[in-house]
Structure formats: structure tokens, C-alpha cells
């Protein structure tokens, strides 16, 4: 038999029907829904006079939109409440389960997928959100979808997708003290660009890969699509088994030990062949920094933002542009820039283990006073967590509070916005220009660089303080 | 959503050669809170287009009334970013049927055509070729052959690729969701 990737071993058990010349008819095991690119789904079905045909197979959270203060009280914000409250019918109308504002569960859909066990190998899943690609780290073919799409699995529980290409890229030896997964996935973005891995499904590999915790491994598929992937997978091991096992949807007694034995089987084959192949070595990783609009534009945070000599011609005018709304120039070091706003959540790096690397490192000092830090959970799982361990006492005695969960400043759908022309160094996925609000600035970095840069009020190598 | 049967287009052509422009500046974040479809046409471009007080900002090719048309000419990477669809309805509510770069994000070019917006990528040589041609004469015309996925202005042509199936869907103007529910026993089968 012909060796196969993790990734077509996944694929090809779901492939209902190969259409001729076209897509794949491919069937989802697992569909997450959020208010932002759901509304027009359920219209559009209840247009066409179809039910959602598998509800089981799908769970909603509103997180977009969604305030990060006051959350026992209506949301103020008229447009998000009628977003919010939309999801909440739509799903009570089609028996979809749904973890509303307050419930327990509640969270950013990729924080909440996997802490309830609902992620798993093997799986195919999708959800109207370009991070879904974080639900890779189990081993699950995962991806972003558009809201026509979202209509398409409420109808069918399917989607017509062309079989991506396949690419592998390995990162061996070991992460350098102080950088974490983040850097890892800031170095490779940096490396192909933003649009480099456009048109494959990554697989990621190597010693580096592998050694780290299922939340390291949830931000480096996260990020996968900033180089334009469709997902980003890692094959399942111990360290996966370990954590998903006895969460509330896991699966249990004898189909636990079944489904073991698969999932053991989800790694490439030997002798399995990619479309393209990268390898890194992890001892080239520093801590990372964006300096542009977008995410490919990142360094290392010692390094200086590239020479205009150093860029192509025909990427030349975007370049100055991008540099010009961030009021930096070329070849010089932004080390020591200063930076108003810190920004610690997302689904990128709103994990336990991400706040517990940002109040490690500021355990023992202050805030700078000049600094405006939003430190918000991914979930109200995450918030427990945080409070349980005492976490939330180390941030406060340092000066920051602790939100509640949602997807916050990442996209500034709710009221935590940067204003026009502030710096904000932030955990999230997109320094695009006005993401975090009009006319912001974002610099990409790890929780500990954004800890580093929380304290001093500029942009601070994080090792100095470690 | 049913689509518009597409053939045949010949239009001027509005040109974007920005690089890596992102669905965040397409249809920014704070224009998501809609639940309906429609209007997101106004705020195509918003950042781009209007300054903070709402004023048409001049320098913007689409508050310049020397370009228009129904075709839109973008940069290499157009549509990375968000998965969000609200990005191919900005385009296709402000009237554009066609988008020409020499690479497209995949969701993006996916939501494009389940919203009968064609996406057509071209060499960059080609591209390049194009914008000077639009340059040169903004109401240079550029014809689109969806049957014979051929592009063409003055002597120049170009062979453009498109999935048969997709292509199929769109000369017909019949979508995926109709497919699909054709095949619900064949689902039901798979599912066991």
C-alpha cells in the first residue's frame, strides 16, 4: 500500500464522493458556529425551507463580539446583542448546543473545542473562522470556512473541498530559554512569507514540534494560516492522549481504549511524500516581533526591520506603505520603542499556560504606568483556572486586572480598541492595519515578550528579565 | 444562496496594486455586526476609502472617477487573512463580478465563487502587463471568456485555470448547497 501523510490518512476516511474534474464531497465530523458567520447561514437555510440536518454535530459560542467587563449584564452594544441574541434563537430553534455568555463553557470557540474534549484525532472540523487550523494540534484535519459554507454543513453535514497540497515543516533541536511556540510559528511565518504555504495542509514535525504542550502546539497550527495554509496539523502522541483524556466529551471506558488504538495509527507513513518540504533549527528561533501590517513581517526582537535595499522591487511600494503607518524605517532596531498598549488573550495565546508566562514574568514588578494592559482569558474555564492557581493575585499585585473571556482586542468587535496611533504589543494572530481598531498599531510577540513590554512601557527582550 | 450565471464580461478595470491585502481591510472587523447579507457594499474599503470623519479619501482608486468598472485588479495575495465571506459580499454588493490578481487566498477565493465573483489569477508578468495597460489608458477594456477561461485586452490573451466543477457552477448559476442536497443518501450511506 502506498505510504501516506497524517494529513491524507485523515482526508481521504472522509471523502463522501469524488466529484469529476472538481472538489471532493467531504463530510465533518465536528462543526463550531459563533455569532459573526452564522446569521446569514441559518437564514440562508431556513430561505431554502431545510432543518439543520445533524445538530449533534455542532456547538455554538458567541465570542466575537461579546464585552469583556460586565458580562452578567446585557451586552450595551446594540449590534452585538442582536448578533449574540440571533445565535442564541437560531441554535434553540435547530436544538443546537450552545455555551451562552456566562455559561461555564463559554469561550473562544478554539479555546472551548479542545478544553471540552470535543476536539479529537482524526476528526475532520470546521467552523466560519480562518483559526480553526488550531484544532490541528490533536491531529484533526481542521479548517476556516465561509459563511456559504457554513449553510452548506448545516444542510448536509458536508462541504465541496479541493484536496489541498501537502507540505511538512520540521523544526528540530530546542527552544532557546524564553522563546516558547509562539516565536517557533512567528520564525516560520517570517521565513515564507505571508503568503508561502497558500494552497497546503502543513504538517508539523521534529523535536521541537513535539516537545511541546498541547497548548504550544494549539498556537503553532493557530498561526498556520497566516502563511496562508488552509490548517496546520501535528501527529497525535502521549502528549495529546494525556490531555484529552477525562475531559467532559472525550470519549470513555471501552470506546476510549477503541479509539486509542486509531488514533495511534495518525502519523505519515515512512516513506510518505509532501508537496514541499522546510526545516528549521530551533536553535535559530529568538524571541519574535512583527514590525509591519502583517503577520509574515516579524524578526527577531534584537534584530533590525529590514534595509530597503534588502526588498524586492515589486514589494517595495507595499513595504512603505506598511512602514509608514507603523512610523518605523528601514534597518533600524525598534528594541527600546515605546508601547502604550499590552494585549495578552485570543486564540492564539489565551491559554492557561499563556497566562501563567505572563504572570511568571512579572511576578515581583509593576506595570508601567504609561501601559494600558487588557489581559483577557479564552475562556471561563481558563478564568477559573487562573483564579484557582492564583494567578489573578500575581497580576493584580503587579497592577493588571483579568477580564472576562472572549476574542477581545484581537479584532476589536467589542469595545476593547486601540486607539488611532498607539502601539500595542499583542499575544493575538493579525497586525493587519486597523485590526485592533482604527488606525492602531500591532506588534505581533509571545506572552513574555508582551510581559517584558508590560513592565517597562517599550519593546523589552524578554530573556533580560529571566 | 443561488448565484447569477456568469459568461461572458467585458469592462474597464479598477486598479489595486497593493500586495497581501487582507479581508481586515476589504470589510474591517466593527462592519461584521450585521445579520442580513446586504449593504456591505459601502463599506468596501472602508479605512481605505474614507478618513475617520467619513470624508472620501482622493488618493483612493475608488473615490477617483477617471477608473471604473466591474472588474477589480489587485495585487499579488489578495483576500489573506479572515475567513470572513462579508469580504466576497463587500466586493460583489459594490459591484465588481470579477477579481484579477496573480495570487488569491484560498478562503477567499472559495467565498468569491460561492458568491458568483470570479476570481482570476494570472502570471505576475501578465498582471503587471495589465496595470500599465490601465495606466496608460484607464478605460483600457478587459474581456472575460468564462467558457473559454480566456482573458483579453487589445492583442494580448491569457489562459486562465478554474476548477471544471466550479466553473460548471457558475455558467449555470447553480450552487454547492443544491449539489449536495442531491446527494443526502449518499451522505446517509457514508455515515453508516
Redesign the interface.
Known sequence: MKAKTLFDKVWDAHVVEHVEGGPNILYIDKHLIHEVTSPQAFSGLNARGLNVFRPERTIATPDHNVPTVNQHLPIVDMESRSQVETLKANCEKNGIEMYGLNHPNNGIVHVVGPELGHTQPGMTLVCGDSHTSTHGAFGAVAFGIGTSEVEMVFATQCIMQSKPKKMRITVDGELAKGVSAKDLTLYVIAQLGTGGATGYFVEYAGSAVRSLSMEGRMTVCNMSIEMGARGGMIAPDETTFEYIKGRAYAPKGDEWDEKLTYWKTLKSDEGAEFDMEYTYRAEDIEPMITYGTNPGMGMGITACVPAQADIQASELPSFKKSLAYMEYEFGRKILGKKVDYVFVGSCTNGRIEDLRAFASLVAGHKKADSITAWIVPGSKKVEKQAMEEGLVEILEEAGFELRQPGCSACLAMNEDKVPAGKYCVSTSNRNFEGRQGPGARTLLASPLTAAAAAITGVITDPREFL | ?SVDKFTYLESSCVPL????V?T??II???F??????EGFGENLFR?WRFS?SGEPIKDFVLNQSEYSGQILLA???FG???????A?WAIADYGFKVVISS?????FR??AL??GVLPIQVS?EFLRKLFKAIEKDHSQKVGVDLEKQELRYNDEAFQFEI????K?CLLNGF???D???D??A??QD??G
Open positions: 444562496m496594486p497593493n500586495e497581501n487582507d481586515d481591510q474591517p472587523a466593527r461584521l455586526k450585521a445579520t442580513s447579507r479605512d475617520s495585487g499579488k495575495n489573506s487573512g479572515s475567513s470572513r465571506e462579508h466576497a495570487f488569491f487566498a484560498d478562503i472559495n467565498n460561492n458568491n505576475a476548477n471544471p466543477y466550479k460548471d450552487d454547492d448547497i449539489y449536495l442536497i446527494k443526502k449518499k451522505i457514508f455515515e
